[in-house]
């Protein structure tokens, strides 16, 4: 099913949805579908472009990540933070990255329960060579918005990121 399927799903079934569901909230169900439409179309995307560089788009996440940090190191937690992904899934991107010597990890001086991840000389080389072969998919992949249409879905995605802190916050203390 192709995204505009999807698109096509959701405007078919929601008013479906919305008589099954009557105290069912519409505009923020619809809302979250669409969200989850959109990262499932970025997965699907960025997955072939990445496949074909050797890397996935959150070993890259990573990578990068590492390449702009002030010593070139982070926590796996930390990283498991900054792409999105759960610590599990970061140990399996870790071990990978480790393996094809892209990053080294290592036990912190000053706490033997946490590891260091750092980045090598190989993995700053490839960043630096991926780099140039993402610009054009990346470019491809927004090609349907505007400079200002790109400019506002960034200001409303950093004001749902707080929205779903503050919410979360709010069920943590009512609970």
Not at 62 to 77: F, I
Not at 83 to 98: P, Q
Request: proline share 4%; net charge neutral.
């Amino acid at each position: 099913m192709k995204g505009i399927e999807r698109l096509a799903s959701v405007e078919s079934t929601t008013p479906r949805m919305a008589r099954a569901l009557p105290e069912m909230p519409m505009d923020g169900t619809v809302l979250v579908r669409l969200i989850r439409i959109s990262a499932f179309g970025m997965g699907n995307f960025f997955e072939p472009v990445f496949r074909e560089l050797d890397l996935s788009e959150h070993s890259f996440h990573v990578l990068c990540l590492l390449v702009a940090s002030e010593n070139g190191t982070a926590s796996p937690s930390e990283l498991s933070e900054m792409v999105g992904t759960s610590r599990a899934n970061m140990t399996h991107i870790l071990e990978d990255l480790v393996e094809e010597g892209f990053v080294s990890r290592a036990i912190a001086s000053r706490d033997a329960r946490r590891h260091v991840i750092a980045i090598t000389a190989a993995g700053r080389r490839k960043v630096r060579e991926t780099v140039p072969q993402i610009v054009e998919p990346i470019h491809r992949a927004f090609s349907g918005l505007s400079k200002a249409e790109m400019a506002l879905l960034d200001q409303l995605l950093r004001k749902l990121i707080v929205s779903f802190d503050q919410g979360a916050r709010a069920l943590r203390s009512a609970a």
